[in-house]
């Protein structure tokens, strides 16, 4: 009994500092994640396989409860249930997927009875896979470690998830040992010859370092300020300025009038983030303005839920709250370029990352609104996975975000 506590109890403290590692917001980082599976396989109970992966989604979302607590100005608590909370789909569905290692079966039974469960337990991980990058579980489908692909696959797109979904089979196996040893020779290959993704030709991302007063302050002042910042910074050869989440506030005619003639006299299509209000809701936009033309370039698909997000409200006819396009538009297109858009909690999933990839997108674009994330390693998290998707597509990635 003791014997078997102390192995629960490695096991979860491996899962934890699993979590920590892979998801430190260091994108070299993220295969240290593929050894959840091997952890959840050797739960010797499902009770153990529940708590390993507790431990691996909690150490992994960390910073969730203390960005709560900044956003709303309140103390842990409400973030600590929220975090709480978030775990939950994740603990379920991996719990319920776990499958007992009965597969060193009677000596009768030969090698053909002791494979049976190393593929019934492959299968079952697969199915949790899924499970946890699609909707609804997707919702909350954060910490996924197919994210890796980037890393140990670079440039290798669809052919490089299908090799490091084999290889989250392959550590799920009896033969978790011999996996490990050639994705840790991946590893290390890729990481002596990791270079960045390229920015391409004629874009420019901006970071902005405006607190949680961006997209509050609609003064003229404010939006004047932010043109003239853009014209003097964009350079002689830049085509595309992409600024952060939120950056232009409310999106009104009024707000897109004042940009289009404070570009005027310029070469340069801006895409920033924006709400666009209605009477039942809002939209978490892009925009994208030149002097010839202003127009919502994009609809976020998945806001980040409770705090944007809320459906009950629309069930309920109380209305309100952000709208989720899910499946919508994934892929647009400006000036004749095909860009996968993300903005902030798209980069947490895995499901709008493929989902825009499905289209053959020409670059990646994405933004966000980290203010309320101090203190915490959200923002080079999301900025990690950004940088997986695309180096495992081999597409230029312009980012811009706001701290």
């Known amino acids: 009994m003791t014997r078997n506590r102390a192995r629960a109890a490695l096991l979860i403290a491996l899962a934890i500092v699993v979590g920590a590692v892979g998801w430190s917001g260091f994108v070299l980082a993220l295969p240290v994640a593929m050894i959840f599976s091997a952890l959840w396989a050797l739960s010797p109970s499902r009770s153990v396989a529940s708590l390993v992966s507790a431990g691996y989604f909690l150490a992994a979302s960390r910073g969730l409860p203390q960005g709560v607590a900044n956003f709303y100005a309140a103390d842990l608590w409400p973030g600590l249930l929220l975090w709480a909370a978030a775990s939950a789909s994740f603990v379920l569905v991996h719990a319920a997927a776990w499958t007992k290692q009965s597969g060193r079966g009677r000596p009768e039974e030969g090698r053909e009875g002791r494979a049976h469960p190393d593929r019934k337990r ?107 910042t853009v014209l003097s910074a964009a350079g002689p050869n830049v085509r595309f300025v992409v600024l952060p989440e939120s950056a232009l506030g409310f999106w009104t005619p009024t707000v897109a009038r004042l940009w289009q003639d404070g570009l005027r006299g310029s070469e340069i299509t801006v895409i920033a983030g924006a709400t666009v209000i209605d009477a039942v809701g809002y939209d978490n936009v892009l925009v994208a303005v030149s002097t010839e033309r202003s ?105 811009a975000f706001n701290t």
């Not at 954060?142 to 550590?171: N, S």
């Open 295 to 399: 127009h919502i370039l994009y609809r976020e698909r998945m806001p980040v839920p409770v705090s944007m997000w809320q459906p009950w409200k629309a069930w309920t006819g109380e209305g309100g709250g952000a709208r989720g396009h899910l499946f919508a538009n994934p892929v647009v297109e400006l000036g004749g370029i095909r860009i996968a858009p993300l903005i902030c909690y798209e980069q947490f999933l895995v499901w709008p990352a493929l989902e825009s990839m499905l289209g053959s997108p020409d670059i990646i674009v994405a933004t966000g609104n980290g203010w309320w994330t101090t203190g915490t390693s959200i923002v080079a998290i999301q900025q990690a996975s950004t940088i997986a998707w695309a180096k495992l597509f081999g597409l230029p990635l312009v980012t």
């Open 122 to 228: 492959a299968v079952r991980y697969l199915v949790a896979t899924v499970l946890m990058g699609l909707p609804p579980f997707g919702i909350t489908g954060w910490a996924q470690p197919i994210t890796a692909a980037g890393v140990l696959f670079p440039g290798w797109g669809w052919w490089g998830v299908a090799a490091t979904a084999a290889g989250l089979v392959m550590m799920t196996s009896r033969y978790w040992p011999a996996a490990a040893v050639a994705l840790l020779g991946l590893w290390f290959w890729s990481a002596a010859t990791w270079t960045q993704p390229v920015l391409p030709e004629g874009w420019k991302g901006f970071d902005l370092e405006l607190g949680q007063n961006l997209g509050r302050d609609g003064s003229l002042e404010h939006h004047r300020g932010l043109i003239a």
